[in-house]
């Protein structure tokens, strides 16, 4: 599927809710150490749009500066990675996993390689088990539905 605009998304809880306005480009993987911490995961996902074309449509994000260029955006109820902003552009990116389709977009770039775990590689061949039925059937999960009504 191709990146369009018009894509919505949000964080877990539904307090901060965006669509984009414009055709997200520039779609990354980055496993430098911000953004290692930043998602408490080995890597976080990006692609971004003209800050303009970042529409809140519930909420807005919290926001933490990482470093001297950047800020990074969360919601302040959930804790949900939402965006990353450089000071010096008109750009903003945001978490391709916050997406509610977070498959409309694939990476095209890896950048902070040398942070990357050596056991990232071998996570794709590990034995794979489906927990959606289990969460629906035992957990009653709370989190926001990838949509509004």
Aim: hydrophobic residues 35%; charged residues 20%; contains cysteine.
């Amino acid at each position: 599927m191709g990146a369009r605009a018009g894509l919505t998304g949000g964080c877990q809880c539904g307090a901060v809710r965006y669509r984009l306005e414009g055709e997200p480009t520039g779609a990354s993987v980055c496993y430098c150490r911000m953004c290692q911490k930043a998602s408490g995961g080995p890597f976080m996902a990006f692609a971004g749009v003209r800050l303009a074309e970042l529409v809140f449509t519930r909420g807005a994000p919290k926001t933490f500066v990482s470093s001297s260029a950047a800020e990074r955006g969360f919601c302040a109820a959930c804790g949900t990675p939402l965006t990353y902003r450089l000071f010096d552009r008109d750009r903003i990116s945001f978490t391709i996993g916050s997406l509610d389709d977070p498959g409309a977009l694939a990476p095209a770039i890896q950048y902070g390689v040398e942070s990357k775990p050596p056991w990232v590689e071998s996570i794709f061949g590990l034995p794979e088990r489906d927990i959606a039925i289990y969460i629906a059937a035992n957990v009653g999960s709370r989190q926001h539905p990838d949509h509004d009504d």
